[in-house]
């Protein structure tokens, strides 16, 4: 009986650390998050919306690097899109390009041999975000969901896309795979790199700053701004571009669990006559995701709002669209470890042309989606909901 007792306050005592560690953190973070200025750039911009052209247009790109090679991903598997990058990589990196690549430790796939036979051919290798005292907890759920590609400091690569055959649609779980990714050349490049730099040097690598790391850049035709932001001020952001659309809009999220001041924000633009869709899988990949969207779902409905599941493979782009005046490409989910714990970042994108090219393909997507009714609402099973019971309880980390 003494030890269930001392084995229940073990339990408690570990809950309350656990949630001390996670809150404190939190404010920690936001107490020390930049609200980044949005300086407006005018670059050109490629939108990539499959695979295949993101992969064969990244290469083509990193094949060519004369000075150096940024690399920033969230996920880099060692399969066989991922081998051909690491090999490209390490040529590079013997070629004598500077070549620093950037992972999350959680959703990097690489084996401890991969990663030293790359430092030896030369390649400037780190994790983001270390675990850190004194909230171990919460710097432990902290992720860099950022995926950044510079090369010589005049093309980048801002998007959802990660490396790993999955994002070509080999992966039989999920199958064909949509994302967005935007390539940039020119101006504009210069926040990525930034950005990058920054994220290097929080990794605890040496601070790089060097004049060949910022060329001269030409400006092109498309408006644009990049939003980084460091869990703190994105809620905020999105909240501000839904609070001024008139007409329409469109978002296409892997991930909707968005917290009570997002979905108010929807909900009163659909009561002012705006019209909104939207869109995000009908399959899961990760547990208790997408039972978590589930309770946000009623009140949209009723509001009038649409929302499509897609279910020709898994849907994993991140955008807005406003009154096709405004896109909203990156890395940011419209959940709340987006909006509160991660870091991410964001290109919005005000030329009319580049956005009519993002909508067309959320309204191609929505058109072969499946569209949720109250009625299809109403019928989920008994378990499912129990599971979004549960999921609601531990959304804030999903």
Known sequence: MNGMIITLVIIVLLFIWLRMDFVLGQKKQRKEATRHTQVTRYGNVNFLATGDDFFE????????????????????KEDHIGKKALKILADKAQEGVTVRVLVDRFGCELSRKTIK???KKGV????????SFPYLFFTLNRRNHRKLVIVDGRVGY??????GDEYLGRDPKFGPWRDFHLRLNGDGVQDLQEQFLEDWQTAKQKFVREEALYP??????????ILPTDGSYLEESFISLISQA???????????????PLQKALIEAAKRGVDIRLILPKKGDHPFVKEAAFPYFKDLLVAGIEVYQYYRGFFHAKAIVIDTQMADVGTAN?????FHINHEINCLLYDQRIVQVVLDQLEHDIFTAQRMTIETFNSRPFL????????TLISGLL
Do not use: M, V, W
């Open 384 to 391: 499912q909901r129990g599971k979004e019971k549960l999921a």
């Open 57 to 76: 247009a990244l290469f083509a790109d990193l094949s060519q690097a004369e000075h150096h090679i940024h690399l920033l991903f969230y996920i880099f």
């Open 117 to 119: 036979q790359l430092k």
């Open 246 to 260: 008139k007409k329409t809009i469109t978002i296409g999220t892997p991930y909707y669990i968005p917290g009570k």
């Open 158 to 163: 801002i998007g959802g896309f990660n490396i």
């Open 334 to 338: 419209f959940d709340k470890r987006s």
């Open 124 to 131: 400037r290798f780190a994790y983001s975000h270390p675990i």
């Open 216 to 225: 001269s850049l030409r400006e092109g035709p498309h408006p644009l701004r």
